[in-house]
């Protein structure tokens, strides 16, 4: 059946928020005063066979192999498309890189606590409402 694709178990949510937690540590740590690139580049610039290899080892998320893979980052707005969806005929699964949190309340710039505060938020989020990843 054509259109998006969602894996769900919510045994799995504590398991998944866990690993949503360390991916978007690493992710938050290329904001501002930290080198850019890393997680995000690496995402972008995989083939097929590699993205379906991190997402199962960074994220535990195993795409079957008739479902196609694509990224997209909100930060950047810059999207890989490796498998090339017909997106009204494929089955596919999006995995969206959220942007590093910039906000802050008093300290300036944002304090390590409120960049830990929000990983949790979204990895809370991805976990219960896309499920399984970011």
């Given at each position: 059946?054509?259109?998006?694709?969602?894996?769900?178990?919510?045994?799995?949510?504590?398991?998944?928020?866990?690993?949503?937690?360390?991916?978007?540590?690493?992710?938050y740590?290329?904001?501002?005063g930290?080198?850019?690139?890393?997680?995000?580049?690496?995402?972008?610039?995989?083939?097929?066979?590699?993205?379906?290899?991190?997402?199962?080892?960074?994220?535990?998320?195993?795409?079957?192999?008739?479902?196609?893979?694509?990224?997209?980052?909100?930060?950047?707005?810059?999207?890989?498309?490796?498998?090339?969806?017909?997106?009204?005929?494929?089955?596919?699964?999006?995995?969206?890189?959220?942007?590093?949190?910039?906000?802050?309340?008093?300290?300036?710039?944002?304090?390590?606590?409120?960049?830990?505060?929000?990983?949790?938020?979204?990895?809370?989020?991805?976990?219960?409402?896309?499920?399984?990843?970011?």
């Amino acid at each position: 059946m054509p259109g998006p694709w969602k894996p769900w178990n919510d045994a799995d949510v504590g398991e998944y928020t866990q690993l949503n937690h360390e991916f978007l540590k690493y992710m938050y740590q290329e904001g501002p005063g930290n080198p850019p690139g890393g997680y995000r580049d690496r995402y972008l610039n995989f083939t097929s066979d590699e993205l379906r290899r991190a997402l199962a080892q960074d994220l535990k998320i195993l795409i079957p192999a008739n479902v196609k893979a694509y990224v997209f980052d909100c930060e950047s707005l810059r999207w890989n498309d490796p498998d090339g969806i017909d997106w009204h005929n494929d089955t596919w699964y999006m995995m969206v890189l959220p942007p590093t949190p910039r906000g802050h309340y008093p300290p300036n710039p944002p304090s390590g606590d409120y960049t830990e505060c929000q990983a949790w938020e979204g990895a809370w989020y991805h976990a219960m409402v896309d499920s399984l990843g970011m």
